[in-house]
């Protein structure tokens, strides 16, 4: 069972930057940001492989977002910048299980924190 917590939400103006963090028991494995708004699918917004390596992000935040790992401190970062009221959502961390090397797919995340909630005013 792998343990994430995150952290680092909260309520921002068009514009400025916000940076999460996610505790997590173990950060070797391919773990992803994942957001949902109300009424709204789950949209995965950032994935970091195994490797650290190769990264996914969709072109909705693509040149915005930027996540990384620290595996000495077991923490996974989402680091957002220029944000948009349309990132208001609930922030998810996640990690695939152990056998996933890389996945894009919402569906292939098998562990997931409790959320944080970021709002973003105009």
């Known amino acids: 069972q792998v343990q994430l917590v995150e952290s680092g939400g909260g309520l921002a103006q068009a514009g400025a930057s916000l940076t999460l963090s996610c505790a997590a028991s173990?950060?070797?494995?391919?773990m992803a940001w994942i957001r949902q708004a109300p009424g709204k699918e789950r949209e995965l917004v950032a994935t970091i492989a195994m490797d650290g390596y190769s990264k996914y992000y969709p072109n909705s935040v693509k040149g915005r977002f930027t996540i990384s790992k620290d595996n000495a401190r077991n923490t996974l970062y989402l680091q957002m910048n220029s944000l948009k009221p349309e990132d208001s959502a609930v922030y998810y961390c996640?990690?695939?299980?152990?056998?996933?090397?890389?996945?894009?797919?919402?569906?292939?995340?098998?562990?997931w924190g409790q959320g944080t909630q970021v709002t973003v005013s105009s």
């Open positions: 996640a990690a695939a299980r152990p056998d996933i090397i890389y996945t894009t797919s919402v569906l292939e995340y098998t562990y």
């Open positions: 173990d950060v070797s494995l391919t």
